[in-house]
């Protein structure tokens, strides 16, 4: 290493020990203190090395704390030990010079990447023996203990380390430190025997003789290797622990003294070292070219061998040459492929060997270089790899040869059995006999037979591409396979052309059948509405009809002669459905196919629809025939329809006109109620002697119903309407009859006279203003007022309810003369009868049934008796009968 690099690379170590250097000042400052033998070894130590650099400048110091005040010898050390110029050193006597060299020294020390700590350049021209000797330490650690490099360690670990490693193989010498592991003197004495066994006869040394053992390694180290004697041996026994820096100092000068001998011994090795280099470099040459002339060799006699290529006629020859050739793969060439391998590597590590020790490449002699035996090799694998190519090329084409024939003779098998019985199954008729849907069978039968052919044609391309394969290889049996070929081929074209054949006789089958099909179909959909229409026609021809008026039977005329209108169109339809028979007839004929089978569409056939015809004809005239005589018997009917209306007509107006007559006599009096009575007893024998009128009406009507004429437009009167109006007529003549016989009682009674009763009369008719012959509610209420009765509602009921006890809302004249009567004529009432009891009870309040039967007639007595309530006042007596509440009610309800 150059030296600019050594500081470079120390500088970092230096700086991560910095620590440990102000440690130690620290330590060195209580050494200082705590023990002057410390202080006397380093004075010693750092004296004597000091010398040993300073004496090549051909100088020396006395005493280390005067004799670098002025700072030159200082200046002069570090030139020395650095082997580098310091500035121009001052020359005066001076304090401040002696400071400016002195701190020229310092500053070189600092720019050594040391840091001086409390170290100052007065304290040195002071003379300052604690400064003095912390400087130069300093100076020790940089320039002869910083630099020290074993392993990965290096300035005082390294110098520890270097001292372990050369006394690992003493047995009582342990190194740790740089204090106690050196006092007994084995350490120095192993260090010089590692590096000079023949200085020192270690093995008569001994542990327990510590001074012995220091002086031999000082006064040896002196007098042989120029390490000037830095410590007394009395010093080191004598203290309990030698100073650190003092030994560390010495051994350093140990470690720099036998690292300069270690360069000589290493300059002899690599002498020794390149010799070697160059006789194992010679023998790999010398190896190289024999191996790569055995391999050339080899590969020229094996080339020949693969190139050779002579067919043999057998496989079996042709496998022996694939064995021969499977041995040289397997057994001949592996250890060739290996020696080969075995060149290059020699090759590659021969020249990387030249390359590291700086030697020119090795040149093999000509056609040995590793690309001449790379082509040489590439040349045997081809002729190796074509080789065996041709030999299985060879293997395969006898191989495919007999594969061929064999394949050859299967397919030709399979095909010859498939054919088998397909040309008598292409020549049947069957076709001749079968029903449309049947042949669609067929067709799609053959249709798969096609697909089937199609497929097999496949078979056929590759039997034939077999046996000109077969004939291309020059197989021996050629000829043979020729002619089977041949036979397939023409026996495949036969069938080809039966299968075209059948197909087109299929189809025209198909086509024919088709065609009667439509025939058929045509037939079905025609025949089916026109059989309806027959059918129909037979059942309107021979239905019953039923009608009540000469119109309902012109209409039936009429749509029947419609409908024999419409009988040309029909038979031209019939004729044209027969027709359609007779061409399926031709077609049945002409190409004489087979029928399968009648119309599958209708069960409808010619002769039926020809007797359903006929019987259509015959009905006709039948249906003309029922209408004339239906016309005949409505005209009858009418005829009766207008005798009887004639007479309706007249009767059913006089039973009104007389029902209106009777209405008016029974209001308008003329006359007395005997000459009412006598006019109205004319009137009733007037009506009875009409009765024949209405029985001959009655005889009429009696044949309307056995004809079953049910309604008559000529009249609005039917046989009832006058069988009501005569009854009513009839009860309506006796009921006035009645009334006025009534009247007549009332008059005669009440002993009203003529006058009176007309002016009731006359009363009556004024205040019945609807002309009905009564009074309503109202009509009557105004009759009264007029009367000068004055009344309220109370009252106008009360008398209400004696001219209507029936609550019918009406007034009779016959209620209305009862009322008017009672008002005015001297009647019975109610007292008068109570009175008369009162007189056979003898002036009792109740009567007894004895008096009652004494006084009157048996049944009016056993009437009265029977009607009378038991009497219950305060002076009753057993059979006390009420006759007073009996008497009331006489008067009261009518129904009592």
């Known amino acids: 290493m150059d030296h600019h690099h050594q500081h470079h690379h120390h500088h970092q170590h230096y700086d991560g020990d910095e620590n440990d250097y102000m440690q130690q000042e620290d330590d060195w400052d209580r050494d200082m203190l705590l023990d002057p033998a410390w202080e006397k070894q380093q004075r010693k130590t750092f004296t004597a090395w000091c010398n040993s650099h300073l004496r090549k400048a051909g100088t020396q110091i006395e005493n280390i704390e005067e004799d670098f005040r002025d700072g030159l010898k200082l200046m002069l050390l570090l030139e020395v030990i650095s082997g580098e110029r310091l500035a121009k050193p001052e020359r005066g006597k001076m304090r401040v010079h002696k400071i400016s060299n002195v701190n020229k020294a310092l500053n070189f020390i600092t720019s050594k990447g040391v840091k001086l700590v409390s170290i100052g350049a007065e304290e040195i021209v002071d003379g300052n023996a604690k400064m003095t000797l912390g400087m130069i330490w300093t100076i020790i650690l940089r320039f002869a203990i910083q630099d020290i490099s074993v392993e990965e360690t290096s300035a005082k670990e390294g110098l520890l380390l270097w001292c372990q490693r050369k006394t690992a193989p003493y047995k009582n010498v342990n190194i740790q430190n740089f204090h106690i592991s050196w006092k007994d003197g084995l350490g120095f004495c192993a260090l010089i025997h590692r590096h000079r ?42 203290t309990a622990r030698p100073d650190e820096k003092a030994i560390m100092t010495y051994v350093s000068s140990f470690y720099h003294a036998f690292s300069g001998a270690q360069k000589a011994e290493t300059a002899a090795n690599r002498i020794c070292k390149v010799l070697a280099v160059n006789q194992e470099n010679e023998q790999l040459m010398e190896d190289y070219e024999k191996l790569a002339s055995d391999l050339l060799e080899w590969i020229r006699r094996t080339i020949p061998w693969l190139e050779n290529r002579v067919p043999e006629s057998t496989m079996q020859a042709m496998q022996q040459k694939l064995e021969d050739f499977r041995d040289y793969r397997r057994q001949h060439k592996p250890p060739k492929v290996q020696e080969k391998c075995q060149l290059e590597i020699n090759f590659n590590t021969l020249q990387t060997k030249l390359r590291l020790s700086n030697r020119p490449a090795f040149m093999p002699s000509e056609g040995k270089m590793v690309s001449d035996i790379s082509n040489a090799w590439g040349a045997l694998e081809g002729a190796e790899k074509g080789y065996e190519e041709w030999l299985l090329n060879e293997i395969r084409r006898l191989e495919r040869l007999d594969h061929l024939a064999e394949k050859f003779r299967q397919k030709a098998a399979i095909h010859e059995a498939w054919t088998e019985g397909k040309e008598a199954m292409l020549t049947q008729k069957d076709y ?8 669609k069978a067929l067709l799609k039968k053959h249709e798969a037979f096609e697909s089937d052919l199609a497929a097999h044609q496949d078979r056929v391309e590759q039997i034939a591409a077999i046996a000109q394969e077969l004939n291309e290889l020059e197989y ?31 189809q025209r089958t198909e086509k024919l059948l088709e065609t009667i099909d439509q025939l058929y179909l045509e037939f079905a959909k025609r025949a089916a509405p026109f059989n309806n229409w027959m059918e129909g026609a037979m059942e309107d021809l021979q239905d019953t009809f039923i009608v009540h008026t000469i119109e309902e039977i012109q209409g039936l005329s009429t749509a029947h002669e419609q409908f024999k209108a419409t009988l040309p169109e029909a038979d031209k339809e019939r004729q044209a459905i027969l027709g359609i028979h007779n061409e399926i007839a031709k077609i049945v004929q002409t190409y004489h196919v087979n029928m399968a089978g009648t119309n599958p569409y209708t069960t409808i056939n010619p ?63 003329h006359g007395t109620l005997e000459d009412q009575l006598t006019n109205l007893r004319q009137y009733e024998k007037s009506i009875v002697n009409y009765k024949p009128k209405i029985d001959q009406l009655e005889g009429d009507h009696q044949q309307i119903q056995e004809a079953l004429i049910f309604d008559n437009k000529h009249t609005n009167y039917t046989m009832e309407h006058i069988r009501v109006g005569w009854e009513q007529l009839l009860t309506t003549i006796a009921r006035t009859i009645n009334e006025i016989e009534n009247q007549i009682l009332t008059r005669d009674a009440k002993g009203i006279s003529q006058e009176q ?3 009731f009369r006359a009363s009556f008719n004024h205040f019945d203003r609807k002309r009905t012959g009564l009074m309503d509610g109202e009509d009557f209420r105004t009759c009264l007022i007029s009367m000068g009765y004055n009344m309220g509602e109370a009252e106008f009921a009360r008398i209400m309810s004696i001219v209507d006890p029936n609550r019918l809302g009406v007034v009779t004249f016959q209620a209305f003369i009862d009322f008017m009567s009672r008002e005015t004529a001297d009647t019975d009432t109610a007292d008068q009868v109570m009175a008369s009891f009162k007189v056979l009870a003898g002036d009792k309040n109740y009567i007894l ?48």
């Open 197 to 238: 066994p023949e200085l020192i006869d270690y093995g008569k040394l001994r542990k327990d003789d510590p001074m012995t053992n220091l002086n031999t390694a000082f006064d040896v180290a002196e007098k042989y290797l120029d390490i000037p004697k830095m410590l007394d041996a009395e010093d080191i026994v004598g």
């Open 607 to 669: 002769t039926e629809i020809n007797a359903k015809w006929d019987k259509v004809r015959q009905l006709v005239p039948q249906r003309d025939q029922a209408l004339i005589e239906e016309h005949a018997r409505q005209q009858n009917n009418e005829r009766l329809r207008r005798q009887f209306a004639n007479q309706a007509n007249v009767i059913g107006p006089w039973i009104q006109t007389k029902m209106e007559e009777i209405g008016r006599i029974s209001i308008e009096l």
């Open 432 to 439: 001749e006999t079968v029903t449309l849907s049947e042949i």
């Open 757 to 759: 009763l007309s002016e």
């Open 476 to 506: 021996y049996d050629s000829p043979s396979v020729n002619a089977r070929c041949q036979k397939i081929c023409d026996q495949w074209d036969a069938l080809g052309a039966l299968t075209q054949k059948r197909s087109e006789a299929l």
């Open 849 to 896: 049934a004895d008096e009652l039967r004494r006084e009157l007639p048996p049944d009016q007595a056993d009437y009265c008796i029977s009607r009378m309530a038991p009497y219950t006042g305060p002076d009753a007596v057993p059979g006390a009968l009420d006759y007073m509440s009996f008497s009331t009610a006489l008067y009261g309800e009518s129904d009592l």
